[in-house]
């Protein structure tokens, strides 16, 4: 078809190719795949600070506990059960860290679960963990980290 001036109307519109449109949609699929996967990344840091949160608030609770004369309990107080780091020494959620304490185990982001042993000596250290497989939460004495 052909204007007045002689010249095609078909090529003065002007458009996008279907390679243009095909490249613009791979970038568009390969900017959003970067952001899921910081995303999910940024996820799981918030969740391993929520854990180190929860768990360094105990730290004032197993000081007094310490300064009573009083080790750390998996399951609340059961003389028998003192967290002196032997397999199955694991927190009880909930259960009051020694015997007598109002302060609780707390009870943690659901992707973590308090792994291997706690530990406690009198007077000398004390330690528990959490873990969610891939990151690991160590409080000890000299306070909570995230490893």
């Given amino acids: 078809m052909l204007d007045r001036k002689g010249g095609d109307k078909m090529k003065n519109k002007r458009g996008f190719t ?20 910081n995303l999910n990344s940024a996820k799981q840091k918030a969740r ?16 007094i506990c310490h300064d009573d004369n009083l ?6 107080g059961t003389p028998a059960a003192v967290c002196d780091g032997e397999v199955g020494d694991v927190p009880a959620v909930g259960r009051p860290i020694c015997a007598g304490s109002t302060a609780n ?6 992707t973590f679960t308090y792994s291997g042993a706690c530990d406690s000596t009198i007077g000398t ?21 995230i490893s």
């Fill in 105 to 110: 185990w707390p009870t943690i982001d659901t």
């Fill in 71 to 76: 080790n750390l309990t998996p399951d609340g």
């Fill in 48 to 63: 391993a600070a929520s854990v180190q949160a929860a768990l360094s608030q105990l730290t004032t609770a197993v000081i």
């Fill in 125 to 145: 250290s004390w330690s528990f963990a959490a873990s969610d497989g891939t990151k690991t939460v160590t409080c000890t004495q000299t306070g909570c980290a």
């Fill in 18 to 37: 279907l390679v243009e449109l095909l490249v613009v949609i791979a970038i568009i699929g390969i900017l959003s795949s970067v952001a899921i996967v």
